[in-house]
């Protein structure tokens, strides 16, 4: 009697998974593609969005690297002033004290020591830029966790 339970048991196994065998029917097929529908759509919102994320950062720290570009550019020009102009007026001052090689020495140093401020001041504010869009890196980063079927989302 046990044989004939263990041989209808193992019946029903094989009934079952031919049921499981079976070709998915149309509204199944409809569902599956309006699935993928909407994940593709999805997904190509999400990158659309990333990629705004991408230029916004960017155009941001383009900014920056512009101030940094016009403070350095400003330095240049001011150490050009600073040696023709001012120069000249603080080598006939001090020509009288300490000679005229003397004097032109000093005023030069002063106008060097200057410029050097404001080139370190400039390339400071260059070094702290970054040009990578750390966001946008950092969302996409969570994109595959973001997709993967959670557990009790699964279907056996």
């Known amino acids: 009697m046990s044989d004939l339970r263990e041989e209808v048991g193992g019946l029903r196994d094989d009934v079952t998974d031919l049921g499981s065998q079976l070709p998915p029917s149309t509204d199944e097929k409809a569902a599956v593609r309006d699935f993928m529908s909407d994940v593709t759509r999805d997904l190509k919102a999400l990158m659309s969005q990333e990629v705004?994320?991408?230029k916004a950062e960017i155009g941001a720290e383009a900014g920056k690297a512009g101030k940094g570009a016009g403070m350095l550019g400003g330095a240049g020009f001011a150490a050009l002033m600073a040696v023709i102009f001012a120069s000249t007026a603080a080598w006939w001052?001090?020509?009288?004290?300490v000679g005229i090689a003397w004097a032109a020495l000093?005023?030069?140093l002063v106008w060097a020591v200057i410029a050097a401020v404001l080139f370190?001041?400039?390339?400071?504010v260059l070094r702290s830029i970054s040009l990578t869009p750390q966001r946008t890196i950092d969302?996409?980063?969570r994109i595959p966790s973001a997709i993967k079927p959670r557990q009790g989302d699964q279907h056996e």
């Open 52 to 54: 705004e994320l991408a």
């Open 93 to 97: 001052g001090l020509g009288h004290l």
């Open 106 to 108: 000093i005023v030069a």
């Open 120 to 124: 370190i001041v400039g390339r400071g």
């Open 139 to 141: 969302s996409i980063k």
